[in-house]
Each structure stands twice: as C-alpha cells, then as structure tokens.
C-alpha cells in the first residue's frame, strides 16, 4: 500500500496541474493542444500498461518495481530540463503516461500475487483504493500549493521525490510477494506428491518405487518455481477477456461509460477557467474534493456485502458516477462543482476496488498483468475517443454543454446496457454468488 500511495501520489501532485494547468493558465493553448495532451496521455498509459503488464508476467516483480520507479523519476526531473512550450508539454505527456501506465500494476495485479482468496482481495484492493483517494486528496492539494509560488511544471518536481521514496516499500513488497510465490510453489509439488488414496498398491510396500526405470520421484525439499509463463503473448490474454463472459461483460461496460469521460479532459480546465471562474490552484482543491470522496468510498468499498461483490453492483456504480458527474459540471457555482466532485468520488472510489476484485476473481493468474493491461488499454482507448471531438463540439454548444452531454452518457451507458445485457448479467451474478458461497 505504501508503494502503491507513493507512486500515485507523484502523479496526482503532478499531471492535473503540470501538465493541463500549464498549458491552460501559462502557454495559453487551444482546446486542440488540451486534447492533444491529453490524447497522447491515455495513448502511453496504454503502452505502458502493456509494457509494465508483459514486464510483470514474464520477468517478475522485481524488475518490474525497479523499471517502473526508474521510469517515473526521470521523467519527472526531465520535465524541468525543457521550456513551457506546447511540443515540450506534449512529449511531457507521452513520457508521463508511459510512467504511469508501468506502475498501474501495483494497483491491479499485485494484490492477486498475495492472496486468492476472495474476501481478502476484496478487502486488500478496497484499502488500495482508500491509499490511492488519499493520494487524490493530497496530491493535488500539494500541486495547487506550489503552483501559487512557482511555476505549475515544478510540480513534476515533488512527484520524482515521492517516487524515489517509493523504493524502499516496492523492494519489501517484491520480497513479500516472492514468499508468497515460493510458499505456493512448495504446496503444489508436496500436494502432487502426496499418493491417491484410490490408487490401487499406493499404500503398499514399496508403492514408491516406479515401475518406470526412468522415472524420478518428486522433491519436495527444493521445489522449482513455477514459470511466469513467458510463452503467453498479450494476444492471448485479449482472447481471454473476450472468452470468459464475465471479463468480456467488465470490458464492455467500462468502455462505453469511460467513452463519456473523454470530452472531460480537454475541457475540464476550461470549465473550471471560463465557466466557474476561478485560478489555477483551484484545479487543485477540486481535485482534492473528488479525492475525499473517494476515500470515503474505498471505506464504504470494504463493508460491501461478499453476495453484492458482482458486476451488477459494479455497473450501478458507474451509473452514480454519472449522476455526480451532473451535479459537478451542471451549474456555474463552485459549491455544487464541490459537491458533484464528492459524489463522483465515493462512486468511483467504490468501483476501483470492486472492477479490480472481479477481474482478479476471473482472469487466470499466469496472464493477469496482461489481462489487466488489455482492460486498461480499452478503458483509456475508449476515453480517447471523444477527445478530438470535444473541440469541435464545445464550438457549437459551449464547454459546459459539452461536459453536460458526456455527464449523461457515463449515466446513460450502464443503465442501458444493464437492460440489453440483464440475461448474461443475471447469469454471471448468479456464479459469482454460488463461486462466494463456495469460497
């Protein structure tokens, strides 16, 4: 968890207003430029997920811890080598989301290397949530504090400190999931090892010796570790999610309702600018409120029933994103942009926990980083959509028009695909509960 805080935490204090506040409130870029940022963003958080997730299957967790923190501290310290252009902020943020998307794996995939069991990666990923909304409250926080004294890209400045503190909590981590690993490897062989009850002579005199000349008899006293199955490709963990129904239905709905985000992210700056009227530490402080939200849905997250740890749940949740996402940007009045951020918060800090219980739940643990890489590649794929049409769009119909109709597709999407989809959403329910009853 400390890991995990840290490195978010660099990338709260840093991306909102480093990288968008920059370019809103001191290049003075076009919606254009803002959704190129924020375009190439989501485009290497892709990348790096792929890469981080391949990078964690293949060759393991400590190579993946070091890389990812390596990758993000000089990224950051970078960032103050180069001038506040708009092609300079760009390739900031290409080199950003590829530092990010590395690291998403400490939130996805890790858990499942610690447990297998499913209320305590219900609780561990609802405390991963609660550590990460803390670091939304903090993070931007900090940001909107330094960007009052000094220029808002000094910001990638604090976020190569937390990243570097970061090492010594990723390298008890990896020792800790190494353990683990060795523990679970040690009970296969000894349990392969044990002779079947059924089996005709296993209890006899000399049943030990096989028949086999060639044959070996197991060791249990220095087992092999199992492979990190290398010879997968990530084109096999994207058949798996598209065959296995519950992971297919998690795709599904989460690439159509993060379609509705995408016109947020180059426009949003520009609401709180042109719409709300306030400076750019307030990117800051709303930020933080949508972070309090989220922490007090983590919490929530963790007294969640096992029998509504479901994608039903799931899907229901999107949906109040969409209702906070309304309260949020529906009117010109700060206290209900304040307001719609808590509410969009605790919706969203309950669904991280759950989507990523159900994904670890469902996918097969040799292909998990790369099937958590294949969701995420959809999810951010999906919320780069939009991005180039927003412009467009806030031409026609303003800003906060446009930012209205996206807050009604993220309420709209999960409602109905709930309808379309509630014979495959009953089905898959009904095996996640017999799978908890079971558990």
């Known amino acids: 968890m400390a890991t995990r805080f840290l490195v978010y935490l660099g990338v709260q204090v840093a991306y909102f207003i480093g990288i968008i506040g920059t370019l809103t409130y001191e290049v003075g870029a076009s919606t254009w430029a803002l959704a190129g940022a924020v375009g190439f963003f989501n485009l290497f958080i892709i990348f790096g997920n792929a890469a981080g997730g391949t990078l964690l299957d293949v060759r393991g967790p400590r190579l993946h811890a070091a890389v990812t923190l390596a990758v993000a501290v000089a990224t950051s310290v970078l960032f103050q080598l180069s001038a506040p252009r708009v092609a300079n902020v760009l390739a900031m943020?290409?080199?950003?989301?590829?530092?990010?998307?590395?690291?998403?794996?400490?939130?996805?995939?890790?858990p499942a290397y610690l447990t297998d069991d499913a209320d305590e990666l219900k609780r561990v990923n609802a405390l991963l949530a609660v550590v990460s909304n803390v670091a939304v409250v903090v993070g931007p926080a900090v940001g909107g504090l330094i960007a009052t004294v000094l220029p808002a890209q000094r910001v990638f400045l604090a976020a190569a400190v937390f990243s570097a503190?970061?090492?010594?909590?990723?390298?008890?981590?990896?020792?800790?999931?190494?353990?683990?690993?060795?523990a679970r490897v040690r009970s296969r062989v000894l349990d392969a090892s044990e002779p079947m009850p059924d089996a005709p002579g296993a209890n006899a005199p000399g049943a030990a010796a096989s028949d086999d000349p060639g044959a070996t008899a197991p060791s249990a006293a220095a087992p092999e570790p199992a492979p990190d199955a290398p010879s997968a490709t990530f084109a096999d963990s994207v058949r798996t999610v598209f065959t296995v129904p519950s992971l297919a239905l998690l795709f599904g709905v989460g690439v159509l309702a993060y379609t509705g985000y995408g016109a947020f992210d180059p426009l949003e700056s520009l609401f709180y600018r042109d719409v709300l009227h306030v400076g750019i530490a307030w990117m800051g402080w709303l930020s933080s409120a949508a972070g309090a939200g989220s922490v007090i849905g983590s919490l929530l997250a963790i007294r969640v029933p096992r029998a509504h740890v479901n994608v039903l749940t799931l899907i229901l949740l999107i949906a109040l994103q969409g209702v906070?996402?309304?309260?949020?940007?529906?009117?010109?009045y700060v206290a209900c942009a304040l307001a719609g951020q808590m509410v969009l918060g605790c919706a969203f800090g309950m669904v991280t926990p759950l989507q990523n219980t159900l994904v670890q739940m469902h996918a097969p643990i040799e292909v998990l980083g790369r099937v958590n890489s294949v969701m995420n590649a959809g999810f951010n794929g999906a919320g780069a959509l939009p991005l180039f049409a927003a412009p467009a769009l806030a031409a026609i119909f303003g800003v906060q028009g446009v930012l209205v109709g996206a807050s009604l597709v993220v309420l709209a999407v999960p409602l109905v695909y709930l309808v379309v989809r509630r014979r495959t959403v009953a089905r898959i329910v009904a095996e996640e509960r017999k799978r908890g009853q079971e558990g």
């Open 165 to 182: 503190a970061a090492a010594l909590p990723a390298y008890l981590l990896v020792e800790r999931v190494l353990r683990v690993r060795a």
């Open 324 to 332: 906070g996402c309304l309260l949020y940007v529906g009117t010109p």
């Open 93 to 110: 943020s290409c080199a950003f989301g590829f530092a990010m998307g590395l690291g998403f794996a400490f939130l996805s995939a890790y």
